[in-house]
C-alpha cells in the first residue's frame, strides 16, 4: 500500500469514526461518510464494502489504542500490586476516554454491537495476557500468592468488562474523594478478599 493510499484510508476512517460518533452506525450511511471525508463514494467504495466494514476498522483502532495505554502501564518499573491498581485505573479512564470522544456511540460502542464484540474479542486476549503477567511478576516478585493464575486474570478481566457502562456513566461517582475511596475498596478486595483474617 503506497503511502498516499495509506493517508487516504486513514482519513477516510477518522471521517468514518466521527460521523458514527454523532449520528450513530445505524443513522449513518456511506454518503455521509464520503461528505464527511470530502472523498467522492467512489474513492469510499474503493476501500471498503459498506459502513459495517469501516465501522469494524474504527472499532479496531479504538481497541488499539486502548491496549497500547495498557501496554504502557506494563511497562512502568512498578512492584507488581501497584502497577496491577494502576492498570485497572488506567484502563477505566481509557475506556471513559473513547466511549465520551465517540459520541453518541457511548457505551454500546463497546457492548451492543456483533460487530465490537468480534473486533473486541482479541483485544480481551491481549488484556488477559497482560493481566496474567502482572499476577506472574506479582508472584515471582513475592506480593501475590495466586494458586490459579489463569482463572484470576479471567476473572479481574471480566469484573472490569462489568464496570466499565456504571463507570463511564459515572454511576460510580466521579468527585476525586470518591474515586480515592473507589481504589481503597478496590485495591482491598483484590489484595485482601472479602473474608476476616485470622
Known sequence: MSETTSKTRELLIDAARRVFARKGIERTTMNDIAIASRKGRRTLYMYFKNKEDIFSIVIKNEMERLYEMLEEVDSKNLPADEKLITFIYMRLDAFKATVTRNGSLRANFFHDSWNVAKVRKNYNLQEIALIKKILNNGIKE?????????????ILHYSLKGIEVPYIRGLLGDSTDRIIQQKDSVMNLIFNGIKTRK
Not at 506480593?143 to 484470576?152: A, G, K, L, Q, W
Open 142 to 154: 513475592g506480593i501475590f500468592n495466586i494458586p490459579d493464575v489463569d482463572t484470576t486474570a479471567l
